[in-house]
């Protein structure tokens, strides 16, 4: 079946260092990837996509390549700042299927 | 800006009692999904929607949860009787669903907090 695996968290860092969230995952055939984070009190909010092998999403400074060779898609952010404090979801969409699988999130606190 | 809007945000109530939660999800997405967030158990899928037909509620406790969608502009949980373990985030979520598209892109709603005395 479908699945997702993050590293867990919390990631505690500093402003501007440097972010990396580990994302692999377990699918059959070609399906999307996606980032999803939450800020606290709110629901998920699309951060980034890819919908094919070696695709790179990006969204406010933060990116994701797809990588079918490792199947994986990290997350990365150069300088992080403490607006970024959030929880950070990554799911993966079958082909051909409307249904998203997340992973259980990684939260990412950044102190000033 | 067109979001899915869910009501009530916050709920609660005592064990036993029915609970409906209600979504409104963005106007021309034909699925909608039925969330569940706890700290234990993290996001489930509890149901889903296609074209206002239900495909999977595989996730849902069948003996006290029920989704339906009376119409495409809104979607019901409800659950009856309430039990303390059903305290939890509630979030609906809307897509649009072309038929073979590789665009699973799902908006969320803000969820509903629900604490079940």
């Known amino acids: 079946g479908n699945s997702v695996t993050q590293m867990e968290g919390p990631v505690t860092l500093s402003e501007e260092a440097f972010l990396t969230i580990n994302c692999t995952y377990t699918a059959t055939g070609y399906p999307s990837l996606f980032w999803y984070v939450q800020y606290p009190g709110e629901g998920l909010q699309l951060l980034l996509k890819a919908t094919k092998a070696d695709d790179k999403g990006s969204n406010k400074g933060f990116e994701a390549t797809y990588r079918k060779e490792t199947t994986s898609f990290h997350l990365e952010k150069g300088s992080v700042q403490v607006s970024d404090s959030a929880v950070y979801f990554c799911a993966l969409g079958p082909s051909g299927y409307s249904t998203l699988t997340f992973g259980k999130g990684t939260m990412l606190l950044v102190s000033p | 800006d067109a979001r899915v809007t869910q009501t009530p945000r916050h709920k609660v109530t005592e064990m036993g009692q029915e609970v409906t939660m209600r979504c409104q999800p963005i106007l021309g997405h034909n699925t909608v999904f039925w969330y569940r967030q706890t700290m234990m158990q993290g996001l489930e899928l509890l149901a889903y929607?296609?074209?206002?037909?239900?495909?999977?509620d595989s996730g849902m406790p069948k003996d006290r949860f029920s989704a339906e969608m009376p119409d495409a502009t809104l979607a019901t949980l409800k659950i009856q009787p309430s039990e303390p373990r059903d305290s939890a985030v509630y979030f609906c979520?809307?897509?649009?669903?072309?038929?073979?598209?590789?665009?699973?892109?799902?908006?969320f709603g803000p969820g509903t907090r629900l604490t079940v005395l």
């Open positions: 929607f296609r074209n206002r037909a239900p495909l999977d």
């Open positions: 979520a809307s897509g649009r669903d072309t038929g073979g598209a590789r665009d699973n892109e799902q908006f």
